[in-house]
C-alpha cells in the first residue's frame, strides 16, 4: 500500500489550494480514505473523510472550506481547501485503513501565512 500526498505550500489568509493523494496497492474504489493534519506542537487531527460509495464527513473547523473528494479512476483523492486560516497551517496526511492497519502517506507542508 503506498499513498503519496502532494499539492502543500505557501498561500496567504484567505487563499486556496488543492491536495492530491495518489494511492496504489490495494483495491481503491472499495475503501474509504480520509485527510488528516498536524500542526507543531498538536496532535494529528482527522479533517475530512470519503467512503467508498462518495459520501464525506468534515471536522467542524473546516465545514464549508473544504471538500473532500475522489476519482476512482485515477486512484486519487483529493481535498480542495479554500478560505484558508493561518490555523490551517499544518502538515497534511492521506489515509486508508484496512483490515484493522492503517496506512499513511508521506504527507505535505502547508503553511498559511501573510
Known amino acids: 500500500v503506498q499513498l503519496q500526498a502532494s499539492g502543500g505550500g505557501l498561500v496567504q489568509p484567505g487563499g486556496s489550494l488543492r491536495l492530491s493523494c495518489a494511492a496504489s496497492?490495494?483495491?481503491?474504489?472499495?475503501?474509504?480514505l480520509g485527510w488528516y493534519r498536524q500542526a507543531p506542537g498538536k496532535q494529528r487531527e482527522w479533517v475530512a473523510g470519503?467512503?467508498?460509495?462518495?459520501?464525506?464527513n468534515y471536522a467542524d473547523s473546516v465545514k464549508g472550506r473544504f471538500t473532500i473528494s475522489r476519482d476512482n479512476a485515477k486512484n486519487t483523492v483529493d481535498l480542495q481547501m479554500n478560505s484558508l486560516k493561518p490555523e490551517d497551517t499544518a502538515v497534511y496526511y492521506c489515509?486508508?485503513?484496512?483490515?484493522?492497519?492503517?496506512?499513511w502517506g508521506q504527507g505535505t507542508q502547508v503553511t498559511v501565512s501573510s
Open positions: 496497492g490495494f483495491i481503491f474504489s472499495r475503501n474509504a
Open positions: 489515509k486508508v485503513s484496512m483490515w484493522g492497519l492503517d496506512y
Open positions: 470519503i467512503t467508498s460509495s462518495g459520501s464525506t
